[in-house]
């Protein structure tokens, strides 16, 4: 697998044109690729900037997640834990930049179908790909890795579970995920700081695209609710209180 960055024109806020941006940049593409878009530069591109003079940044939290955590519930009360998009986060997705708070791109599934469907008309392009990320933190972990905020033109679920393993035996095996992972790829050679690296091209990717010979009926669902998940017993127990973003929908 290779995994390629690009550099491009900086995104300046409140507002600005990434297709634009993405076309100057030295991006090729063939058949088969893998689009990775960091989810900064689509906000921007979006208008999802407020400015940060005048706004409180923990209301603002508040209005964007579907549930979160005060921050008087965190260890030095750095951040609010959240639930956005169906995804455990910190502080909604919500980033400084210069004078203005970035949020998450607005619907992002549906955001990452139609900037796929415009790079397969910009590059002339059938088969191709493309997921948005971020960057989260992991839990009993320092630092953050990539994640996926939204993907589109494939599956998210790789199911291993049909198989068998090295010697035969039948062991119930995994799923992979496989957005995160491409992302996870993604994000490390984007870097998180001034790299001005946001778009990245993965090649030759294992799984994406693959047709499944056979596979399990249960549990193929990519989203799982809080409580059938495997860590329900630390997520159900948090004191989470209900944000603004249901009431947005």
Sequence with gaps: MQVDPFKMAI??????????????????????????????????HQGRCVPREGTDKDELIK????????????????????ITNNTLCVNAGIDPFAGYYVLWPEKPEATAGALLEWFKKEYKLKTLYLVITDSHSVPLRRGVVGTALAWAGFDPLFDNRATVDLLGHTSGGSQT??????????????????????LVRIRNAPYVGTTYTERKKTATSFEVPMEEDIFAPFLTRAPWKQGGANAQE
Excluded at 12 to 24: G, R, T
Aim: aromatic share 4%; glycine share 4%; hydrophobic share 40%.
């Design 11 to 44: 995104l300046e806020p409140p507002q600005d044109d990434l297709l634009a941006k993405i076309k100057e940049s030295e991006l090729s593409l063939q058949e088969g690729d893998v689009v990775c878009i960091a989810s900064k530069v689509v906000a921007i």
């Design 177 to 198: 995920n496989v957005p995160d992972s491409l992302a996870a790829a993604a994000v490390f050679v984007m870097g998180e700081q001034n790299e001005q690296t946001p």
């Design 63 to 82: 209005k964007e997640s579907t549930q979160y955590l005060d921050r008087s519930e965190v260890p030095g009360s750095w951040v609010m834990h959240t």
